[in-house]
């Protein structure tokens, strides 16, 4: 039986302002030599927006809020991607077993995360589709509805009270997230233990962990704004550029041997 360490007190690295460019590079080579199983993570995504898309129909105002909610539970749904790197790292073979394995463990601690981000994107939900119905002067029921309605809405402060309580959940769930993840994958860390962690890191690398922040929000609207399609290859890049992320902030369990990346 595995003893989960309940020490928050892992080691936090300090960055260069420009290192995140750094894991995007790293996380196309693990694309190039997986390309099936990164590429069957972004289809999945996609394949699951569509289907919300499908759902929300003509309520684009529940829409708004789900498929914003939804990338909030993300990071969980991209395990298999972190399982991946850290085999290409260690020169293990890396392919759809790599992912079956992580999934087929149940580990609790990701159960338990998983639940937790559940629980934070339907909360976003519930709160943007309040924030829409009550306060958009008509009912926004397309994406054109939303556009003309909230966002270029100058008579009232909708859409940058919108943005602002998205980002208030936001700001936590990235600093939870940004290397928990990963960390629980490659160490036998409890959940509190890796979320305080993964706290550290952002609290003591704030200006490239702001543009980390910044590359994650901007590669996700494109893929978003590319009707999903983009979300095929932008969630395999984020996935693998974030095992990198933990590996530059904390470090993995053990050194690969030959290390490639040092």
């Known amino acids: 039986m595995t003893v989960l360490a309940e020490t928050p007190l892992l080691p936090v690295r300090a960055l260069t302002v420009l290192q995140p460019l750094g894991w995007l590079e790293r996380a196309w080579h693990d694309i ?19 289907a919300l ?3 929300a129909g003509q309520r684009f105002w529940v829409l708004a809020g789900a498929l914003s909610g939804f990338l909030l539970v993300a990071p969980i749904l991209a395990t298999g991607l972190y399982a991946l790197s850290r085999a290409l790292e260690r020169g293990e073979p890396a392919g759809w077993s790599t992912v079956w394995s992580v999934w087929r463990s149940a580990d609790r601690r990701f159960v338990a995360f ?10 976003w939900v519930v709160v943007s589709a309040a924030l829409i119905v009550l306060f958009a002067p008509a009912p926004v029921e397309t994406p054109v509805d ?4 909230v966002v270029a809405n100058r008579a009232s402060w909708l859409f940058e009270g919108w943005m602002a309580l998205g980002g208030l959940l936001a700001v936590p ?3 939870s997230t940004v290397v928990a993840l990963p960390l629980m994958l490659d160490r036998p860390v409890g959940l509190w233990s890796a979320v305080l962690t993964s706290w550290r890191t952002v609290l003591e690398n704030p200006a490239p962990m702001a543009l980390w922040a910044a590359l ?8 978003l704004g590319s009707l999903l399609i983009g979300l095929v290859a932008v969630v395999p890049m984020l996935g693998h550029a974030s095992w990198y992320a933990y590996r530059d902030l904390v470090g993995a369990a053990t050194t690969p041997a030959g290390d490639r990346l040092r």
């Open 173 to 175: 769930v990235f600093a």
């Open 53 to 55: 898309m499908a759902l």
């Open 114 to 123: 998983g639940v937790l981000l559940a629980l934070a994107g339907t909360g």
């Open 216 to 223: 994650l929000l901007g590669f996700t609207l494109l893929g």
């Open 146 to 149: 939303f556009l003309r309605l």
């Open 32 to 50: 190039r030599a997986v390309p099936g199983p990164a590429f069957a993570h972004g289809v999945v995504l996609a394949l699951a927006g569509w």
